[in-house]
């Protein structure tokens, strides 16, 4: 079992979809089912909504899971396993108030030591702490050996007790904290391989010592994945557009191209364009790199046009708020100087839009205006130019601006002959 592990605390973020995909593409490799668990228990910071939002864009992109689960559900079993480590001594009671742990803190910062918990809580006796009114948290005792972490992306790593230290496992308020729950819920849902950001790696060891603590000894692989960095080369932050999938989606980058873009970043694929199911085919973990990879919005763009390309014309056409083939044919011809479908749609509704010309060339368009609505049907543009000319008595600029004008609802553009073929059924509506 695989599994994805969102947080409904805001935008779902470029770095957590590649996530997600990486996990979708792992799942289909190894034949294992792809769980996705929403870590809900930071009541506090949890926006209403934000679930369904993230599962709509999982749908939207394809990525196929057996089962959802709210991590909230599994409270009873954080519990009973907090309780398990303190009756077996792997845990203790530690009643620290927090201005305590402070000061010590500051001491060693003073000291310029690295803070690390005392365990003055881990020597009290029984009856010292059944006896205690006061409020407490119960700390995972520190391990006595070294934890070692095989990471397909990263490499090997190994964390000394030290470095792991006697951390906190339940709040005062009895509820988990993430190491905690994610190492409790790993081990409900039996799984296997855990593909996540790199911000995660000093979690890891804490969760192998919580799941060691427990008795548990599946192993599971781990793959971190490098940040992504921002177009300045720093680490890309919720004030950075670009890092929200939403975002992108808004401003007309199609979900494939979405994919398909974060999927190459800082990795080795065998083409530059393809789709997720032509990736499983050949995606490869121990391929990416170790490197952080950067976001190139000139890229996306790119991978975006290549994408929309390769849409049937009708398709296109539903895209950009039409549902026929000759707009998505149409689409095509400008996708010369557009590169997403908000800008696509953005050259299309001038052609589409009431004409009011006025100025220099409003007199022109007002016969061309007239000759067209009352012109027979022509195949051809020259056969259409043609009869114009000759029945307005219009040339040169004064018959190609005010024309222009009136089937593109711009003076520039592609040419007239390439855009006709696909506007000549429409001649009507478009010079209303």
């Known amino acids: 079992m695989l599994r994805f592990a969102p947080s409904p605390t805001g935008d779902m973020h470029i770095g957590n979809l590649r996530v997600a995909l990486f996990n979708h593409i792992l799942s289909k490799q190894r034949q294992e089912p792809l769980l996705i668990r929403i870590e809900d228990t930071d009541k506090e910071r949890n926006i209403p909504g934000k679930d369904q939002e993230i599962i709509g864009i999982l749908q939207l992109f394809g990525i196929e899971y057996s089962d959802l689960i709210y991590q909230s559900n599994n409270l009873k079993f954080h519990r009973a ?14 009643f620290c108030t927090s201005e305590t742990l402070d000061l010590k803190r500051e001491a060693a910062i003073a000291a310029k030591l690295p803070y690390r918990y005392d365990g003055i809580c881990e020597a009290l006796s029984d009856a010292e702490t059944i006896d205690n009114p006061n409020p407490f948290v119960v700390r995972l005792k520190k391990p006595d050996h070294a934890i070692e972490v095989d990471d397909i992306i990263k490499g090997h790593s190994r964390f000394e007790p030290d470095d792991i230290d006697s951390f906190i496992i339940m709040r005062a308020d009895k509820y988990p904290t993430y190491n905690f729950a994610c190492a ?8 296997s391989l855990v593909i996540r950001g790199e911000d995660h790696v000093s979690n890891t060891p804490k969760q192998m010592a919580i799941r060691e603590a427990l008795g548990y000894d599946k192993k599971i692989e781990y793959a971190h994945l490098p940040i992504i960095l921002g177009e300045e080369g720093r680490k890309m932050s919720k004030r950075d557009n670009a890092s929200s999938v939403k975002w992108m989606l808004e401003e ?30 050949w995606f490869r973990l121990d391929h ?14 790119f991978i975006n046009k290549a994408h929309l390309r390769m849409l049937e014309h009708k398709e296109l056409s539903r895209y950009v708020g039409f549902a026929d083939e000759e707009i998505g044919a149409l689409a095509k011809i400008y996708l010369d100087e557009a590169s997403t479908l908000k800008e696509l749609r953005e050259k299309l509704a001038p052609v589409f839009a009431p004409k009011q010309i006025e100025g220099e060339f409003a007199e022109q368009a007002a016969l061309l205006r007239r000759a067209i609505l009352e012109a027979p049907y022509f195949e051809t543009f020259d056969a259409f130019k043609g009869h114009l000319m000759q029945t307005t008595q219009l040339k040169g600029k004064l018959f190609f601006k005010p024309l222009r004008l009136l089937l593109c609802g711009g003076e520039h553009g592609p040419e007239l002959s390439d855009l006709y073929p696909h ?5 009507g509506e478009i010079v209303r």
Not at 81 to 94: G, R
Not at 184 to 191: A, E, K, Q, T
Not at 261 to 279: D, S
């Open 184 to 191: 409790v819920d790993d081990m409900l849902g039996d799984i």
């Open 81 to 94: 396993m907090a309780l398990q480590l303190l009756q077996n001594k792997k845990a203790f009671n530690c």
């Open 252 to 281: 007309g980058f199609l979900p494939q191209a979405i994919a398909n873009y974060l999927i190459l970043m800082g990795n080795k694929t065998p083409t530059e364009i393809f789709t997720v199911p032509e990736a499983i085919e």
């Open 423 to 427: 506007l000549k059924n429409y001649l």
């Open 288 to 301: 990416v790199s170790k490197a952080p990879a950067r976001f190139d919005l000139d890229k996306l763009r």
